[in-house]
């Protein structure tokens, strides 16, 4: 039976170490402050947001809402972010996407100052995940596996970690984030050839497809640790993700739940990006 590798726990202590940090900044007159900017009210924008709201009242972050309606114009949004940029009270912005059809997300991202790309959703955040620069912030939920990672102390140095999943959200920042740990890695999509085989090779199997089930029984082995990042709707309508988990949990040696695993620490990175924001800020 794998062990089930809960993010709360990770969370908690993550906030736990936050809390002083962000009363040290404001001892000294600053408030951290997030950014909310929503477009329109997607029922997954409204979860995430009353988690970040409740992660951010914990640590002592104020969160400050911008919210646009579904049929916002581009114009809207782009002076939504010039006013976000120009405040020098905020120090980090979390964009929900996607964005409406009818507007540009690339240009939406580009017009962000990176320093307060807490997300990683700027070009330039993205140029330091792959550079290893240190500089600017990973997407949180890709930051969000490396915590657990870390909490529950595993050593990916040597570990050979397979993703499953390319996209710039997850897929490929958490593959720059292993190998920065130093694991060999390997990037799946859906055109790899005997994908399953591929996935059994694995020390580490990160599940980052968006797609229910991608991970199947032939994916999986003994003694691998499996992090599912997926979030899907089966069809009798209950939250899973791409892993198959009865298989996992009889086979594996460890795997984070859904709900319950990576989804869980996302909030606790973002606030722990916007602390690091505000203290470069206020140096």
Known sequence: MAQLWKGAPVAAALTQQLI?????????????????????????????????????????????????????SQRDL????????????????????????????????????????????????LAAVFSGSGAGY??????????ILDYYGYE????????VGRSLVIGKPVSMLLLGRHATLTICHTRTADLAAECRRADVLVAAAGKAGAV?????????????????????GNLVGDVDFAAAEATVEAITPVPGGVGAVTTSVLASHVIQAAEKASR
């Open 20 to 72: 002083p940090r962000a009363q040290a900044l404001r001892d000294r007159g600053v408030i951290p402050t997030l950014a909310i900017l929503r477009v329109g009210e997607r029922p997954e924008d409204l979860s995430y947001e009353r988690g970040a709201l409740k992660r951010c009242e914990k640590v002592g972050i104020a969160v400050r809402q911008f919210l646009l309606t579904a049929d916002a």
């Open 78 to 125: 782009m002076e939504t972010i010039e006013e976000i940029n120009r405040d020098e009270s905020i120090h980090g912005c979390l964009m929900f996407r996607p964005l409406p059809k009818q507007l540009d997300e690339q240009a939406a991202c580009a017009a962000f100052s990176p320093a307060k790309d807490v997300d990683g959703i700027t070009a330039g955040s």
């Open 138 to 147: 990973p997407p949180c939920t890709a930051r969000a596996c490396l915590e």
């Open 156 to 163: 990916l140095k040597g570990k050979r970690a397979v993703v």
């Open 216 to 236: 199947s029984a032939a994916c999986l082995a003994p003694g691998q640790v499996v992090l599912d990042v997926g979030i899907n709707v089966d069809e009798a």
